[in-house]
């Protein structure tokens, strides 16, 4: 079955370090979707990519955080300066189109410890 | 604001007991609804949705959820859980305006042995 893959799986920074996350959707998927989960609480969308670009990035905090997805494939999510705030899970999805008739996909996530 | 609510944020049980994990969405008109589930360790997994027609719609490993759009409401299901269903349950609801897939806050879920 295919996967989203994510990397790091976890991560430890200190405060007002650089830290940046990847991730490789489904081959085929055109859209893709960063997810942060803080501990206790659901997924909440930062970023969405069709193709290259974005569609919407209204809840991606633009002072610090910033993503792309160059050529339309993989897509790197960066967080600068780290603050002790932004210790969640990060999430990455994708699906073949941006309606939800063929399912979002996720992959296991990374683990941002800021300290 | 759009959302969705999952009433209980944790619920324990022993095994064969039944299931019931309340879920609201705030949305009006056509919205597509899902719940998912993340064991321990895994990343999120498609339990089940509904789009459209029968209001009672039938996931995997034994789930089913029932849509009552006028209670804006789609209650996950399950009449005998087994220790392997320990996981955080997530319900989740899609607006085609927003094109943005919203989650609940999630209901932990332990089941005894």
């Known amino acids: 079955e295919a996967e989203v893959a994510q990397s790091p799986r976890y991560k430890i920074t200190e405060k007002s370090q650089a830290v940046a996350f990847w991730c490789d959707p489904i081959s085929g998927h055109a859209t893709l979707y960063w997810y942060r989960q803080i501990l206790g609480q659901g997924p909440e969308l930062l970023v969405q990519?069709?193709?290259?670009?974005?569609?919407?990035d209204s809840q991606l905090p633009k002072d610090r955080f910033s993503a792309e997805r160059l050529k339309g494939v993989d897509s790197t999510l960066k967080i600068q300066p780290a603050e002790l705030g932004d210790s969640a899970m990060y999430l990455c999805?994708?699906?073949?189109?941006?309606?939800?008739?063929?399912?979002?996909?996720f992959g296991s996530g990374t683990r941002l410890t800021v300290v | 604001a759009q959302s969705v609510s999952q009433h209980n944020h944790h619920v324990i049980l022993s095994e064969a007991a039944s299931l019931e994990l309340g879920c609201n969405y705030s949305y009006g008109g056509t919205v597509n609804l899902f719940w998912y589930v993340q064991y321990p360790g895994q990343h999120l997994q498609l339990l089940l949705k509904?789009?459209?027609?029968?209001?009672l719609v039938k996931g995997i490993k034994g789930f089913e959820a029932e849509f009552i759009k006028s209670k804006f409401s789609f209650n996950l299901r399950k009449p005998s859980v087994q220790w392997s269903d320990t996981a955080e349950y997530f319900c989740?609801?899609?607006?085609?305006?927003?094109?943005?897939?919203?989650f609940g806050g999630g209901t932990r879920v332990l089941v005894k042995p």
């Open positions: 999805a994708s699906s073949y189109d941006r309606t939800t008739n063929y399912g979002y996909t």
């Open positions: 989740a609801a899609y607006k085609a305006a927003g094109n943005k897939l919203t």
């Open positions: 990519f069709q193709d290259e670009s974005v569609v919407d």
């Open positions: 509904y789009f459209s027609g029968d209001p």
